[in-house]
Each structure stands twice: as C-alpha cells, then as structure tokens.
C-alpha cells in the first residue's frame, strides 16, 4: 500500500515562493506514476503538472514557467518548486500516485493513492 503525505505549504506573499514536498511510502517514488494536483474552493481539482515513465513531463499552462516538479530519490519523495506565486494558486494542493501507466495529462481518477493535501495561501 503506496501512503502519500505532503509538506511545505503555507501562506506567502505574491511573487513569492514554496516548495511542497510529498513523502512517498510503500514504493519506489521512481516507480510510479506521480502528479501535483490542486483544488480551490468551489472549482473542481485541476492537474498541475506530472511526471511519467522515461520522466516525461507534463505542465499545466498556468504553472508553466513558474512551477518544476521533480523526484527525489535520495529521500523517496516527490517535490513541486512553486515561483512567482499569484493570488489564483491559492489552493489545497494534492500528491497523486498510480503503479501503472496513466495518459498525460491524465485526469485525477487516473490515480490510485492521494496524500491528505497541503494548504497553499498567496496573498496580493
């Protein structure tokens, strides 16, 4: 059983940054099939930006530029580097994971294991 727990959200002025990390148990990080999603009140649970076999990756138009996922593998985890924060990426921001293969970009229902979620705040 692959368990998901994220870390390093917190509230942060615009222009500002974050990095989430996202503490993989029970697999290999670099095995599997990983995402960062986010879900603001009242709007449906958006993609931000995945990462699949070969470590092709996958970024959502409105973090491109702006945001890096990454896998570390020294600590088993999954990491999102957020840059030039705005008001809209406020959040609660969601690690995602699947042992098999997913589309890219692939829906949330793609993924099987889910962290509880990370809160991001960005103030103007």
């Known amino acids: 059983q692959v368990q998901l727990v994220e870390s390093g959200g917190g509230s942060v002025q615009a222009e500002g940054s974050l990095r989430l990390s996202c503490t993989v148990s029970?697999?290999?990080?670099?095995?599997?099939?990983v995402a960062w999603f986010r879900q603001a009140p009242g709007k449906e649970r958006q993609a931000v930006a995945q990462?699949?076999?070969?470590?092709?990756?996958y970024y959502a138009d409105f973090v491109k530029g702006r945001f890096i996922i990454s896998r570390d593998n020294n600590v088993n985890a999954l990491v999102l580097q957020m840059g030039s924060l705005k008001p809209d990426d406020t959040a609660i921001y969601y690690c995602?994971?699947?042992?098999?293969?997913?589309?890219?970009?692939?829906?949330?229902?793609?993924?099987?294991?889910w962290g509880q979620g990370t809160q991001v705040t960005v103030s103007s």
């Open positions: 029970g697999d290999r990080v670099s095995s599997l099939y």
């Open positions: 995602a994971a699947n042992p098999m293969w997913v589309p890219q970009p692939a829906a949330a229902s793609e993924y099987k294991y």
């Open positions: 990462i699949n076999g070969y470590d092709t990756i």
